[in-house]
T-cell receptor, first 114, second 115 residues
Framework: AQTVTQSQPEMSVQEAETVTLSCTYD???????LFWYKQPPSRQMILVIR??????QNATENRFSVNFQKAAKSFSLKISDSQLGDTAMYFCAFRKAAGNKLTFGGGTRVLVKP | KAGVTQTPRYLIKTRGQQVTLSCSPI?????VSWYQQTPGQGLQFLFE???????NKGNFPGRFSGRQFSNSRSEMNVSTLELGDSALYLC??????????????FGEGSRLTVL
């Protein structure tokens, strides 16, 4: 079974600054996908960024980038130039190569302060 | 294009009752997954349906069941409700069938309170 761990329950960051969220996972699978999802207060969860395990290059989506360390089973998210709209819960998630079942971490609450 | 629609958005039940939640996926999506979100347990996978067949199931008691219709709409049912079933139930749809890279699109959830 897979496990996903987010060790930071809550983080705060000043607007325009950078924040990095940590995620570690455990799996015996060799091929899989990793995701960061954002859940704003009382709003639906949306995908922030995705990383395929077979790709060595770290994924980037605008202000969001990941540091994927496959050997260390680490998958951190960096939010650059933080904006007030980035305030949300962020979930790290794992998915095997087959199927649509996501295993989520416990989440990190990010508060962006003006 | 309409997103994933879940109904009802909020509901209150009492212990021992049963509840049915509905999820309409994005048009063309054939995979529907259900998740339970609670403060204590976080986000946990319930089950996934694809083309009216349950393809995967999480570690929940048999009181939790689901089904998918030919139009891909899905329902989940919880019988003999317990206080611990109070949660936000999230539905997610995906275009992916055997395509392994399908993104999951989530609905806003149905918030169930059991008294």
């Amino acid at each position: 079974a897979q496990t996903v761990t987010q060790s930071q329950p809550e983080m705060s960051v000043q607007e325009a600054e950078t924040v990095t969220l940590s995620c570690t996972y455990d799996t015996s699978e060799s091929n899989y996908y990793l995701f960061w999802y954002k859940q704003p207060p009382s709003r639906q969860m949306i995908l922030v960024i995705r990383q395929e395990a077979y790709k060595q290059q770290n994924a980037t989506e605008n202000r969001f980038s990941v540091n994927f360390q496959k050997a260390a089973k680490s998958f951190s998210l960096k939010i650059s130039d933080s904006q007030l709209g980035d305030t949300a819960m962020y979930f790290c998630a794992f998915r095997k190569a087959a199927g649509n079942k996501l295993t989520f971490g416990g989440g990190t609450r990010v508060l962006v302060k003006p | 294009k309409a997103g994933v629609t879940q109904t009802p958005r909020y509901l209150i039940k009492t212990r021992g009752q049963q509840v049915t939640l509905s999820c309409s996926p994005i048009s063309g999506h054939r995979s529907v997954s259900w998740y339970q979100q609670t403060p204590g347990q976080g986000l946990q996978f319930l089950f996934e349906y694809f083309s009216e067949t349950q393809r995967n199931k999480g570690n929940f008691p048999g009181r939790f069941s689901g089904r998918q219709f030919s139009n891909s709409r899905s329902e989940m049912n919880v019988s003999t409700l317990e206080l611990g079933d109070s949660a936000l139930y999230l539905c997610a749809s995906s275009l992916a069938g055997t395509d392994l890279t399908g993104e999951l699109f989530f609905g806003e959830g149905s918030r169930l309170t059991v008294l």
